[in-house]
Every structure is written in C-alpha cells, then in structure tokens.
C-alpha cells in the first residue's frame, strides 16, 4: 500500500500502481468527470499514469491554469491530427500550449496553408474529438523513434529525437496520429467540444532564421461552445483596445522605417502622458530617499563582460561598437545596473550610509527578432524606471518591503488592483545559466518569499525564471479584459556587488560587501504605456490626460472668447485646446470625443452672455453650464 496526501492535509492509503483517475473516482464520481490532469509530487502528470510510491497529488480541471494547459497542449495534437488528415505529407514541428490556446509549427511543403482552409480544419478536429479517441502514453527507445520518424519522413521530429537520451523519449497516440512527446495529456478527445483557428504567422525553425520558415498555426479550444463564444466577443474587445490602434488615432506614438523596428518615436500628446507618469513616481521616489543619477546610452563591452551581461546575452544583443581606436569597443547599453554600480563604487562608502538608493529612467537596448516586436510591449529600445538599492544584509528585508510598498502604490494610483506576485526562482536542475554561489542563491531567495509572505501577498512560484544574477518578484497585473501581464519587478542580488568587487565599511572598520536590490514599479515605460491605453481604452485617467478639455465654439464668432477661457483654465494649470476649424458643432463633438478628450465645452451666444461654458463629460453626455471658475474647481477636485 502506499499513502496518498491530499491538499488538505488528509492522507489515504491505495494499492501501488492506483492511477490518479482511481484516486479522483475514490473521492467522487463527479470530480472523476472534470478533472483533466494531476500533479503527482509537484509534476503534472496523465490521470492514467500509475502511483507506485508515497506522494502527493492536486487534481487539476478547467478552471485551473495547469488543467488549461494539458487541455490546450492536448488540442494541439488533435488539431496537428486534422491537418495531417486534410493535407497527408505535411510535416511537424512543435505544439506547445501559450497563455491562450495553443500553436503548432507546420511544414506543409509546396502548398501552404491558406486562411481559406480553416473552416475545413476546424470541422475536422471536432469530428475527431467526437470519435473520443484516448491520449495513449508509450515509452519508446531512441532507436525506435528514429525509425518511426524516418518511415514518416519528418525531419524535425528526429531533429528533436537527436538531443534526447534512451529512457527521456515518450510518444502520444490519439486516433491516427502519434506526436513525439513528454506530455502530460488529457484522458481522451471527448471533452474538446469548441475550436477557433486564430491565425496563421511565420516562424523560423528553432527561431533560427538561417532555418526553414515554417506555418505556425494559432488555435484556441474550450469545453463548450458558450466559453469560444465569449472569448471571441472579449477579443473583438481587445482589437478595440489594441494600443497600436489607439495609439495610432489619438496620436501618442508612431514607427518609422527609416529609424528602424522596434524603436518608438512618442509624439507630443504621448509624450505629456509619458512624462505625467515619470514626474509622479520621480516625486514619490524623492519621498522615500531616492537620489537621481543619469549615465550614458553606451558602455565599454569589458563593463558588461564585468557583469556578466555579454557572456550571458553578448549572442542576443546589438554587435558592439568599434570605434577609430584599436581593439576599443562600446555596446548599446542592454541594462542600467552596471552603470550604478560603477557608480555606488566611485568612493569608499560607510555602513553609515547604507541603504544608497540610486535612480534613473534609463534607456536600454536590446535586439529582439523582427517577428516578436509588437507596438510597444516588445520594443528594442527602452526606458526603465529603474533603481537600485546598495545596503547591508540586514537591511534587505525593509529595503525589499519599502520597494513592495512603492510598486503597489504605484499600480494602485494607475488603477490596476487586480495582480498576483510571481516569485521566480533559479532551476535547480540547470544552474549553468546563472552566475553566483548556491548560498547567496539560497539567502537572495529566501528574503524575497519571506517578504512576500510577512505582506501577505497573493503569489505564485516559478521556477527557471529568475534573472541570471538573482531571483525576483514580478508583479502579473489583470488589465481590464482579465489578460495578465508582467510590469513592475524586485529583484534580491548578492552577485552583481561581487563581480565589481563593492563594498562597504562596516561598524567593525572591516571591509563587507553590500547587497543589491534592483526595482522597477513600471518596468519599462514602453511597456507599462502599451498596457495602460488598453486597459483604459485610451480613457486616461483625468491626471494624466494630455489634453483634459476641449473648448467647441459654435461659429468663429465665439472663437476669441473660447481662447480667453483656455487662457483661464490654463491659469489654473488644467490642459487643453480649442476647435477652431470651421466645422458644425456636431461634427466637432463626434471628433473630440473619439479623441478621448475628458470634457468638451461648448461655447455660443449664451455663454459669451453668460460668462459660462456648457459642459460635456466623456461617457455622460451634457452636464449643464457653469461658470469657468466653477468647472475649473470641478476638475481640480476630481484630480
């Protein structure tokens, strides 16, 4: 027998071998029904794999983001199996499950997939799902799959076979299709009742883009039809709210070819919201000691090799730059930290000092494949509102909750209330890809959870997905279509203050080395701006609106008056602009209250008489006249 603990806390004994499904079955018929999937000893794992030891188990249905992912990552397969079935020769890639949906990489040589083809597809995997064909685990030998891929003549599956060892090589089979795969799978088709093909796009083989250019095939699946239909209407929502879309009508921001991919040129309206963002967290900063530092656009490569950065990203980066000298190199700076450090470390410092906490919006510059540049989320140039904090280890725990306090101050003016904290810690299994010692690992790690937990903050923990020189806490913020997205971040660093050999001077005249903390509320502004139009729809908040009103006069007579009430207003440090073109007044409402504009003032005979405008508030329709003094104290006191 072996025992079975349950979330809970509850333990039950089974016979060894009991799958997880069994397990479910002994609980209740119902729970049998909907779970998808089960994580045996912290694995996700098929129900139909047997338990032959002591462990622990946590069912996952629908509802969970583990059971999501089986569902999906299962539909691909169905979906690569309807392909191969409509078009016989096509050869595969890999169909991993995203944050929404799935994809699958796809050779259909000489005749690639057209959106025309679609439908047929779609109606194929439904009917296939309707056959309830069971996902099938085997265990293959390497010399087996070889052969199996070679009969088949897909080349990508033995690429991938070539990299795995005897024993790591498992197959799927669903109906008529077998994929080379570790899993974990639902139990059967049968609960696949929905699919949408979402899009086709290019991607390069092991985003190599020396390797074949392949199809890459976006498809979303749900257990019922109701689930598609609403997450369709929530992305005809989202195409409203596309920053690039928006950012394009109220004229924020614009690309140019000329400049190059990936680089944002912030127009004037823009450019007022960015620098309204910048100016509040650059006073909040002040606030709680933070000193303003700047450095330059550039570095000389041996800081970055100092850092760590070059061997780590040097393959990913923009090349350096040569200049006339021999054998002198610059690189576009990729990170501001070492720029800080070299700062924290232009004098010897006391432990009276401690904590020096240092800031700066500083650019970076990062290559980013053309085919994952996206408006202004994923850009390869970039401001980060970035910090960092040089203290004592016995100061890291305050210092990381005065950095927690900030970010959640900041994300809560900005309106998002709704996030999680994910505490992204080092793989232990593949410790190659970071730099410092397993103690200072150890400690960086353990402040960050302990600070989490004394705040008590909703997180999750990942692992793998630290920074090579430290783990961190990433705030996942839900935006206003309940999408989750990565901005601010805390980052615990014992290795970046080694590597530039920083110290300090401690109450007992030795010398000691400080402890870093890196810190962005916005992470970058790019980014943060690229989710904050979509969240708001464009509808800035009322402080940071570039222009909060907008004064219509009825005909040019009223023109001059107009101009005295900016003038007014303006006075009173509220922003905005008057219409003057030679327009109907309707014509001028519809146009400024596409621009998002907060309030319109309309201003004819009788408010000249009158010494008043009459107000329109965005999303309200009219408010009646008042007088300008009066709609101005209104205002201020909404800000």
């Not at 080349?155 to 008529?176: A, H, M, R, V």
């Not at 720029?339 to 700066?360: D, F, K, N, Q, T």
């Not at 500083?362 to 960092?388: I, N």
């Not at 909060?548 to 001059?560: G, M, N, R, T």
């Amino acid at each position: 027998m072996i025992n079975i603990t349950f979330p809970d806390g509850n333990i039950r004994q089974y016979a060894a071998g009991t799958t997880s499904l069994d397990v479910a079955k002994s609980i209740s018929e119902g729970l049998a029904r909907v779970v998808l999937a089960a994580s045996v000893n912290g694995e996700v794992r098929d129900l139909s794999r047997p338990i032959d030891s002591d462990s622990t188990i946590t069912f996952h249905k629908w509802e969970d983001k583990e059971g999501k992912q089986t569902f999906w990552h299962s539909s691909a397969h169905l979906l690569a199996e309807a392909i191969e079935a409509l078009h016989p020769g096509t050869k595969f890639g890999i169909g991993p499950a995203i944050d929404n949906g799935f994809y699958y990489d796809i050779d259909s040589g000489d005749k690639p997939l057209t959106f025309a083809d679609l439908p047929a597809i779609e109606q194929k995997v439904l009917e296939l799902a309707r056959q309830k064909s069971e996902f099938k685990r085997s265990e293959v030998s390497k010399a087996d799959a070889i052969k199996y891929f070679t009969e088949k003549g897909d080349q990508y599956k033995l690429e991938l076979i070539d990299g795995l060892q005897d024993g790591q090589i498992t197959f799927y089979q669903q109906g008529n299709f077998t994929d080379l795969c570790k899993g974990p799978h639902i139990p059967s088709t049968e609960t696949i009742k929905a699919v949408k093909i979402l899009n086709l796009a290019g991607a390069y083989w092991r985003g190599d883009i020396e390797r074949q250019q392949l199809t890459r095939v976006y498809a979303i699946t749900f257990p019922k039809q109701k689930e598609l239909e609403e997450y369709l209407t929530l992305l005809e929502e989202a195409k409203k709210r596309d920053h690039r879309k928006l950012g394009a009508e109220l004229e924020l921001f614009m690309f140019s070819e000329k400049v190059g991919s990936g680089l944002p040129l912030w127009l004037p309206k823009g450019t007022a919201v960015r620098q309204r963002l910048e100016d509040f967290l650059k006073k909040e900063q002040i606030k709680r000691g933070y000193q303003p530092v700047i450095t330059p656009h550039i570095g000389s490569k041996k800081l970055y090799i100092t850092s760590g950065h070059w061997e780590k990203y040097g393959k990913d980066s923009f090349q350096p730059i040569m200049t006339p000298q021999e054998g002198e190199e610059f690189l576009l700076k990729p990170m501001n930290c070492p720029h800080h450090c070299e700062i924290y470390g232009y004098r010897p410092r006391s432990y009276r000092e401690l904590p020096v906490r240092i800031a700066e919006f500083g650019t970076v510059y990062r290559y980013e494949m053309s085919g994952e540049l996206h408006g202004l989320t994923r850009v390869r140039g970039f401001t980060q509102d970035d910090a960092h904090i040089f203290c004592t280890e016995d100061q890291v725990k305050d210092e990381f909750l005065g950095a927690l306090d900030l970010t959640r101050f900041v994300l809560a003016k900005l309106g998002f209330d709704d996030f999680t904290a994910q505490i992204s810690l080092r793989d232990p299994h593949d410790k190659v890809k970071y730099i410092g010692t397993d103690e200072s690992w150890q400690k960086a790690e353990q402040a960050i959870i302990d600070a989490a937990a004394e705040v008590g903050l909703n997180t999750t923990t990942v692992l793998g997905e630290a920074a090579f020189y430290g783990p961190k806490l990433d705030f996942m913020v839900k935006d206003a279509l309940g999408r989750s997205w990565q901005l601010g971040t805390i980052q615990v660093d014992y290795n970046l203050p080694e590597r530039f050999n920083l110290t300090y001077v401690g109450a007992d005249n030795a010398e000691h080395r400080p402890v870093m903390i890196h810190r962005a509320p916005f992470g970058s502004m790019e980014r943060f701006m690229g989710v904050l139009i979509e969240n708001c729809a464009g509808k800035f908040p009322l402080w940071l609106s570039p222009e909060q009103f907008a004064i219509l006069p009825v005909s040019d007579k009223f023109v001059e008056y107009s101009y005295q009430v900016k003038q007014a207003l303006e006075t009173e440090d509220l922003r905005g602009v008057v219409d003057d073109r030679n327009e109907t007044i309707g014509r001028k409402i519809r146009d400024n209250e596409l621009k998002k504009i907060p309030f319109l003032l309309i201003v004819g005979e009788k408010e000249v008489e009158a010494g008043t405008v009459s107000v329109r508030k965005q999303g309200e329709g009219d408010q009646g006249a008042v007088s300008v003094a009066a709609f101005a104290e209104m205002v201020k006191g909404m800000l």
